[in-house]
Each structure stands twice: as structure tokens, then as C-alpha cells.
């Protein structure tokens, strides 16, 4: 079974550009998270779907970030304008619904640097 | 405070031995705690979960105590192949919400 897919898994960029990271989850799971890892952190959710209705996104820096996950499939992070403290890596993940909820796999993630 | 807290170490053991690491949550009302493994940049990945009863896999063994809050990871007879970081993780009990540890460093040498 194919596991959580994410791309780009490596993206460069200056600052004030945009970037988008794309992620497909686990087929059949309804649960889709999106969390940033600062380096020598662990994840910080920022983003939290079920099937399509963004149920926690009290972490999203609204300003700049928005996320979409049309259909309840696959979902789209996007940064706009990025700015310096926005290199980290994006992880995606994906679970199925309750009870299994809490059993999370999470994807490559995404390395973004902003110079 | 931080919601999740662990020593980051490295702790530097060698090859068999036996290792312990700890965690703290400040959340009274977390409901169940996970230990997640993360290799060198690659994602982090369930190892087990942790129950108040203690549960052990193989070389595993995780306790929790509520009282005090705190979580703990056993490993022993430590392989080369242990060495990753090691993510503490609580789900809250509101939102459903896992909140992760920074991670403590493990490397197994020979």
C-alpha cells in the first residue's frame, strides 16, 4: 500500500516569492494534518482536515498561509509571501477516522528553504 | 513551559546497552501518549504506544504515570540500528490534538 505522498521534497526560494507543497494521503484516510518542523524541534501541527472541512487551524498563520483540501483527497499548503523563518521541513499526514484516529503517518515532507 | 518536554540528550550509549528515556506533559487532561521514532531526515514514524498499565514490544518498554505526568521509554540490549531521535507525544484532550516532544537523540555505537 502506497504510504502519504508529498512534492516538491525539496524547494529553495527568496523571500516574498510563494511556494505551494502538495500532499496525498493514505487512500481511505478521512484525516489529514499538515505540520511544520523547525529544525531540532518535533512537528508543530499547523492544519488539521476532516475530508474536506478544516476542523483545527488555530496554529495556521492566517496572514501568509492558507491551505485547501477540495474533495477530501489530496490538500495544498501554500506560503504567501514567504519569509525567512519560514524554512523548516512540511510534513503532511494522514489517519483514519475514530477510533483508529490517533495512529498517524506522516509523509517525507517537504524541506523548504528561504534565502 | 512547553506542553511536552524531554531531555534532548544525545545520549551516547554503547552496543547491548540498556537506555531510559524520560518525558513530562503539563496537560492534566491528556488521554494517551505515543512514542514516535524519526531517523535522520526522514519522518517520524509510530513506535508504540504507551498505556498506564505499561506495555512492552521486544526490546521496548513503555510506563506511564499519570500522577505525576510523566512517560518513559526502555530499550534494551541496544542495536546500532536503534539510533534515531525519539519523539514523546500527547494527545490532548481536547481537539484531538498530538502535541510532540522536540525529540531526544539516541546513537548506538560500537
Known amino acids: 500500500e502506497a504510504g502519504v505522498v508529498q512534492s516538491p521534497r525539496y524547494k529553495i526560494i527568496e523571500k516574498k516569492q510563494p511556494v505551494a507543497f502538495w500532499c496525498n494521503p493514505i487512500?481511505?484516510?478521512?484525516?489529514l494534518y499538515w505540520y511544520r518542523q523547525n529544525l531540532g524541534q518535533g512537528p508543530e501541527l499547523l492544519i488539521r482536515?476532516?475530508?474536506?472541512?478544516?476542523?483545527?487551524d488555530s496554529q495556521l498563520p492566517k496572514d501568509r498561509f492558507s491551505a485547501e483540501r477540495l474533495k477530501g483527497v489530496d490538500s495544498t499548503l501554500k506560503i504567501q509571501p514567504a519569509e525567512l523563518g519560514d524554512s523548516a521541513v512540511y510534513l503532511c499526514?494522514?489517519?483514519?477516522?475514530?477510533?483508529?484516529?490517533?495512529?498517524?503517518?506522516f509523509g517525507p515532507g517537504t524541506r523548504l528553504l528561504v534565502l | 513551559r512547553k506542553e511536552v518536554e524531554q531531555d534532548p540528550g544525545p545520549f551516547n550509549v554503547p552496543e547491548g546497552a540498556t537506555v531510559a528515556f524520560n518525558c513530562t506533559y503539563s496537560?492534566?487532561?491528556?488521554?494517551?501518549f505515543f512514542w514516535y521514532r524519526q531517523d535522520c531526515r526522514k519522518e517520524p514514524k509510530l513506535l508504540m504506544s504507551?498505556?498506564?498499565s505499561g506495555n512492552e514490544d521486544g526490546r521496548f518498554t513503555a510506563q506511564l504515570n499519570r500522577a505525576s505526568q510523566y512517560i518513559s521509554l526502555l530499550i534494551r540490549d541496544s542495536k546500532l540500528s536503534d539510533s534515531a531521535t525519539y519523539l514523546c507525544?500527547?494527545?490532548?484532550?481536547?481537539?484531538?490534538?498530538?502535541?510532540f516532544g522536540a525529540g531526544t537523540i539516541l546513537r548506538v555505537k560500537s
Open positions: 487512500s481511505g484516510h478521512n484525516t
Open positions: 496537560n492534566s487532561a491528556s488521554q494517551s
Open positions: 504507551v498505556y498506564s
Open positions: 507525544v500527547v494527545n490532548q484532550a481536547y481537539g484531538n490534538k498530538l502535541v
Open positions: 482536515y476532516e475530508n474536506e472541512e478544516a476542523v483545527d
Open positions: 499526514a494522514s489517519s483514519l477516522g475514530w477510533p483508529a484516529q490517533e495512529t498517524q503517518y
